[in-house]
């Protein structure tokens, strides 16, 4: 009997380390899935921006030569219809949305780079404030 008296308590400096742990892990899941949406979400805007990017042309600038109709695109064309694009659609909660690139390499696809501000939704010390993040996305249009 006396073995047993002397493990007594033993247990409850376990529960609140391994309920400090389980705190400490959910929080850096909140955290990490935060990051994931937000950039899934800066990524499908940029997306969409490229792809009315690509699609800003003139049908008299369509180039017949090579095969086929191809669309002939110009950077302040697509710039223009980047920025467009993005003050019409809603961005949600995306802090300092700002487009790094909107131009046309090639003269026949769009890229466009945006960025926003990252923040987590909880603060800890194992987290950063927050940071930028970047997407890129490169459309082009096709006739077929």
């Not at 026949?108 to 404030?129: C, D, N």
């Amino acid at each position: 009997m006396k073995q047993f008296r002397e493990e007594g308590g033993s247990t409850l400096p376990l529960m609140v380390f391994y309920g400090l742990l389980s705190l400490v892990l959910v929080m850096l899941v909140v955290a990490a899935t935060s990051l994931y949406l937000e950039r899934k979400r800066l990524f499908t805007l940029a997306d969409g921006a490229a792809l009315v990017g690509a699609e800003a042309f003139d049908l008299d600038r369509v180039s017949l030569a090579g095969g086929g109709p191809r669309p002939v695109l110009e950077t302040p064309d697509v710039a223009a219809a980047v920025r467009d694009y993005l003050a019409s659609v809603p961005t949600g909660d995306l802090e300092s949305l700002s487009v790094e690139r909107a131009e046309t390499p090639d003269g026949r696809s769009a890229t466009v780079a945006l960025s926003a501000y990252w923040r987590p939704p909880m603060l800890s010390m194992l987290v950063p404030e927050g940071f930028r993040i970047d997407v890129t996305a490169v459309a082009r249009s096709i006739f077929s």
